[in-house]
């Protein structure tokens, strides 16, 4: 069966770090573009950063350009959300998805061109 999965979300204290995980199964990870999206309690999902199958290209959406980073290995079939200064209004559900692609799709930033998507993980940052 072909998934997705998260891992790494747990509540962490206003200007902390932390790192997600995603793993994949029954698929060709090192064929797959992925991406990390988040969806906030009434709010639309939004794109955060797309890899390329290789992890040479990254693409960034919106304004967290300095706090959130991107990355993947795979030889460990992992992609990473590296998540920085973590403020207030990160919290929410964390999604990763993949692509049968070796680029992100055209409008990856909308959701769109993913084959493949993770239940979630949940961040919450407290002050």
């Known amino acids: 069966q072909n998934q997705v999965m998260e891992s790494g979300g747990e509540s962490v204290q206003l200007g902390g770090s932390l790192t997600l995980s995603c793993t994949t199964s029954?698929?060709?990870?090192?064929?797959?573009?992925m991406g990390w999206f988040r969806q906030a309690p009434g709010k639309e999902r939004e794109g955060l950063l797309c890899?390329?199958?290789?992890?040479?290209?990254?693409e960034h959406a919106g304004s967290r350009r300095d706090r959130f980073a991107i990355s993947r290995d795979n030889a460990k079939n992992t992609l990473y959300l590296h998540m920085n200064n973590l403020q207030p209004e990160d919290t929410a559900m964390y999604y990763c998805?993949?692509?049968?692609?070796?680029?992100?799709?055209?409008?990856?930033?909308?959701?769109?061109?993913?084959?493949?998507w993770g239940q979630g993980t949940q961040v919450t940052v407290s002050s």
């Open positions: 029954g698929l060709h990870f090192d064929g797959l573009s």
């Open positions: 890899i390329s199958s290789n992890g040479y290209r990254t």
């Open positions: 998805a993949a692509a049968q692609t070796n680029y992100c799709p055209d409008l990856w930033s909308l959701a769109r061109g993913f084959d493949y």
